[in-house]
Every structure is written in C-alpha cells, then in structure tokens.
C-alpha cells in the first residue's frame, strides 16, 4: 500500500478562484513529481523536486507553482483557475529517479 | 526530454490469451519501468529493469529489454479480466533525475 495521499479526490471550481491541491508522502522520498493527465492520454510531468527547497518546471508548462517546504510536503497552487486547467493531477514520490515510484490516487479537477 | 512510446495503443483480447506491448525510448537509461493505471487511478508500478538486464520475469509478466534498439516490451501470459487497464512504461530520462512517461496502452480482456 502506497503511503502517499492527494487530496481533494476531486474538485470542481469557478474560473478565477485560486486553488491548492495536496499531496503527502509518509516515506521520506527526496523526488517528488507532479504529472497533469486528460483521460486516456499520457502522463505530462509538470513540476519535480529533487528535495526540500528545490523545484524545477517539467516537461509541460504549466501556469501552476510547486513549493516544498517539507520532505513530506508538495502541493500544487494555481492562483487563478480557468476552465483549461481541467484535467487529473497526479502527484508521485520516489527515493531515487530511477527507482519505482509511488503515486497518489489523483485529484481529478474541473473547472466551470 | 525523453519519452518512451508505446505501440499497440489499445489492445482487446480474450481472457486467457497473451498480450504483448512494445515502448521505445531516445535516449540512454539506467533502468525502464512498467506501470499499470486502472480508470484513471494512480498508477501502480509493475516491473522495473535495469539497462544491464535483457529479460526479467514476475509472476505473469515478462519485460525484455533490447538498448541496442531503445525498445523494449512487456508481456502478460494468461490475461484476466482484471488486467483490463493501462500500461505505460516509463525510463529516468538519460539521468535527467526525472520519470518520464510514455503514452499509454489500453488493454481491454474479455471475459
């Protein structure tokens, strides 16, 4: 069993609102990743981090922001949502990059 | 960035039969990955094997792993209806210190 959690489950939200989606891990993983996903299509990896005090933007951009503050701790801001930010987020940790990695359940988020 | 590509993209087979998917990637690796994703869930590591390995085995599945061609593949023997799902492979990335995805392929088993 995965000891990582994203909370909401699932969101839906007006245009314009800022949001923060969590995500936790209980393992001590240093790497952390956040992935957007639209269904059936493929993982976008949208943020990273090798460790506290250390993100990076990934593949996609993304008008989201990342913080960690904590090991345990990633959660993802987007200051104003807009109804294209409607996908799922899918949050992951790992004790290394080339090792197995751990995700969340997601949180599915829509915005009207 | 690197990005493993998988093919076939969406598989219906029979409920004992054996489906087989294929991922390829562009650059070096240290190791690739195997993930499975139910109804747009969270996803569930499979195998994983390093860039030294040809062949791994567990339980059902067999990954094979040819660097010389940047391919590789993953087979499930005897599938069931609950290996409906999606399977994406997934590869560090040239050491790039992120996981990198592939596109995805659906596997649907018929009961």
């Known amino acids: 069993e995965a000891d990582i959690y994203q909370t909401p489950r699932y969101l839906v939200i007006g245009t314009g609102k800022k949001i923060t989606l969590e995500c936790s891990q209980t393992?001590?993983?240093?790497?952390m990743y956040w992935y957007q996903q639209d269904p059936g299509m493929e993982l976008h990896l949208i943020h990273y981090s090798y460790g506290v005090n250390s993100t990076e933007k990934g593949d996609l951009s993304s008008e989201s922001t990342v913080s960690r503050i904590r090991t345990e701790h990633f959660p993802l801001t987007l200051e104003s949502a807009r109804p294209s930010h409607t996908s799922q987020y899918l949050c992951?940790?790992?004790?290394?990059?080339?090792?197995?990695?751990?995700f969340g359940q997601g949180t599915r988020l829509t915005v009207v | 960035s690197q990005q493993g590509e998988e093919d076939p993209q969406a598989l219906s087979i029979q409920e004992g039969e054996n489906a087989t998917m294929n991922c390829s990637y562009k650059?070096?690796?240290?190791?690739l990955q195997w993930y499975r994703q139910n109804s747009g869930r969270g996803l569930v590591h499979l195998i994983l094997i390093r860039s030294n390995e040809r062949e791994k085995h567990s339980g059902r599945l067999r990954v094979t792993l040819d660097t010389s061609k940047k391919s590789s593949s993953l087979l499930i023997t005897a599938s069931r209806a609950a290996d409906t799902a999606s399977y994406f492979c997934a590869t560090d990335a040239g050491g790039n210190n992120r996981l990198a995805f592939g596109k995805g392929n659906q596997v649907v088993v018929i009961p």
């Open positions: 393992m001590g993983h240093d790497k």
């Open positions: 650059t070096s690796i240290n190791n």
């Open positions: 992951a940790s790992s004790e290394w990059a080339d090792t197995e990695a751990f």
